[in-house]
């Protein structure tokens, strides 16, 4: 039997996390305490106010793609009603998820706050309602486990304003018309740069690749003036790695969807 939606949220809500150096240390001087399991523990964790848990424990327990992924195929094209999404966190909050935390090889099991678990889902965008016709199109440009990622970035921030809705249904029905196929990495990419540039037609948005192509050109012609910090970034270990697999993948990212659309 599949697993529902809550199911889904409830299992990685009740995940071992591990708490970084950073996060310990702030846990400690929040509670003044010594060790951050013990003050997750005590008295003092549970007075504190609502906001104060978020800001403490939020980088914990905040959802990225994967989450939102696996979510996907327990949707429905519209997305979650506003009473569904509500009645979803309230379930989920009258048995509290149990997770384990982490740190410095001992560990401690707590009670995943009302607070978190709201966030969490929200933070899901359950709620955001796609394009039936978009979703059909897409159908028939990628294949099923692309799909369910591609429909997952469609409910982000970036595709919300009409602008960008529509500029996505120009884009499938070009590709449609055109027998072109798209996979994850096209899509991300192309969402990432609609999210900065924030382009609604196909000509802007092709000519905001274009223009990133010619930024790299010029860059590589003399990418910096001053000799010596030419030489620093030169010698550095992620000017010359991390910068340039960045740097390969977005021009072929760009190239490739040049040759999709223009």
């Known amino acids: 039997m599949n697993p529902s939606i809550e ?21 400690c001087s929040c509670l003044d305490v010594n060790d951050p399991l013990e003050g997750l523990a005590s008295d003092a964790f549970g007075d504190l106010e609502d906001y104060e848990v978020e800001w403490l424990l939020a980088g914990l327990f905040t959802p990225g793609d994967n989450e939102r992924v696996a979510c996907e195929p327990r949707l429905p094209t519209s997305g979650l009603t506003a009473a569904a999404l509500e009645e979803l966190i309230d379930t989920i909050n009258r048995h509290a998820p149990l997770s384990t935390l982490t740190f410095d090889q001992r560990k401690i099991t707590i009670l995943v706050p009302p607070v978190l678990v709201d966030r969490y889902v929200r933070l899901l965008h359950l709620d955001r309602c796609l394009d039936e016709e978009v979703v059909a199109k897409l159908r028939s440009l990628v294949d099923d486990i692309s799909l369910r990622y591609i429909t997952s970035l469609a409910r982000q921030d970036a595709w919300q304003p009409l602008s960008q809705r529509q500029l996505l249904q120009q884009i499938v029905t070009v590709l449609g018309s055109r027998s072109g196929r798209i996979d994850g990495d096209l899509f991300t990419f192309m969402t990432e740069m609609v999210y900065s540039g924030r382009p609604h037609s196909i000509e802007i948005w092709l000519t905001q690749l274009r223009n990133l192509l010619e930024s790299y050109r010029l860059e590589q012609e003399h990418p910096v003036y001053n000799p010596r910090l030419e030489e620093y970034q030169g010698n550095s270990v992620r000017s010359q790695l991390c910068g340039e697999q960045i740097k390969a993948h977005r021009l072929a990212m760009a190239h490739a969807w040049i040759a999709l659309l223009g």
């Open 7 to 27: 199911q889904i949220i409830r299992a990685d809500l009740m995940r071992h996390r591990t708490l970084s150096t950073k996060q310990a240390s702030v846990i």
